[in-house]
């Protein structure tokens, strides 16, 4: 039976997020990708309302095999493989690594998959064993880290992004009953052990969210501005959630997230008081005199007899008066 584009647009805007139009189509591994990262985070799937159309004329052109040369290199290709194979990382450090020999097999196996599945997206596919290679030879040099995730995520980007090749056909004929079985079933394995993390252990996963972000953030913390951005964003889920009046049980534990990000921010703001030489209660106009003079004393080129020391005052002084500055900003607005 031919696709229909109104069909198609329709499942697009009910059921986008979920994948309900790239089952229509045939194309199953996208729907899969996007029923786990909720249509690739929101902004691929407001993206491809464009590409329906071609989409749908090619779910009703016959099956075609194409294996001449290789696919062309794409960098959004590439960037989904990365940040995919980077949240399938993170799912599986909170769900996953209270397992045994988690860094060895668990965490290289959750990120190669990621990579893959954004891989065999489309009219392409890639290898495989060559990409959990990658993952499994990565892993070990981070053993114990959980920032092993991002070079292991960059390895098999790289690996599948080598390895890709058109699929030999579009698709093949099956029933409806047995993709959706397929489906389900990836869906349950991917979400399984967070669900259990978060309603089972949900002190000890909100201690380690709390943890990681707040670790995310002191590596940030040179960029007040992103920082600032990045905790406005973290933060949102939660004051929507108290604003719509929601609470209790694991809302408690969870709360102690986004209360410790909060604290966090109170402790950098203090610290860039500090590190400026000023009161709480300091003006606009005294925070910049403090900064140009202490920029002024603590600059490399007047310093040469101690360089390295006067290169972190130098760069702990622009953060503290960036971060102070973007701060009042935001409560002015």
């Known amino acids: 039976m031919a696709k229909q584009l109104l069909v ?41 309302l464009w590409l329906l159309p071609g989409w749908v004329a090619q779910a009703n052109r016959p099956l075609e095999v194409q294996t001449d040369g290789q696919p062309p290199w794409s960098p959004v290709r590439f960037l989904g493989q990365a940040s995919v194979g980077i949240y399938f990382g993170l799912v599986a450090l909170l769900g996953l690594s209270t397992l045994p020999g988690f860094y060895f097999l668990a965490l290289p196996l959750a990120v190669a998959l990621g990579v893959h599945l954004v891989s065999v997206v489309g009219d392409q596919v890639s290898d495989l064993q060559a990409t959990l290679k990658a993952a ?44 959706l079985y397929r489906l389900g079933l990836a869906y349950l394995a991917f979400t399984t052990p967070l669900a259990y993390c978060a309603f089972y252990n949900t002190a000890a996963t909100a201690t380690y969210i ?31 959630w108290k604003m719509l009046g929601f609470g209790g049980g694991s809302f408690q534990e969870w709360e102690k997230v986004f209360a410790f990000m909060q604290s966090f921010q109170n402790e950098r703001q203090q610290m860039a008081y500090k590190v400026l030489g000023i009161h709480e209660d300091a003006t606009p106009e005294e925070i910049s005199k403090s900064y140009r003079e202490l920029v002024k004393l603590w600059h490399p080129d007047h310093n040469p007899h101690r360089a390295e020391e006067a290169e972190r005052r130098f760069i702990e002084v622009q953060a503290a008066y960036e971060l102070l500055v973007h701060m009042r900003k935001s409560k002015t607005v």
Do not use: C, M
């Open 8 to 48: 198609a647009v329709a499942l697009w805007a009910i059921g986008g997020p979920a994948g309900l139009h790239h089952l229509y189509l045939g194309r199953d591994n996208h729907a899969l990708l996007w029923l786990l990262t909720l249509g690739g985070f929101g902004v691929g799937w407001l993206w491809e």
């Open 210 to 240: 709390a943890s990681t972000f707040g670790t995310a953030l002191d590596w940030l913390n040179v960029f007040p501005s992103l920082s600032g951005l990045l905790e406005s964003a973290l933060l949102l889920p939660y004051n929507a």
């Open 136 to 179: 499994f030879l990565t892993a070990p040099i981070f053993y114990g880290r959980p920032v092993a995730i991002l070079p292991i995520a960059l390895t098999t980007s790289v690996t599948a992004h080598h390895h890709r090749q058109f699929k030999a056909s579009r698709g093949i004929h099956e029933k409806l009953s047995a993709r």
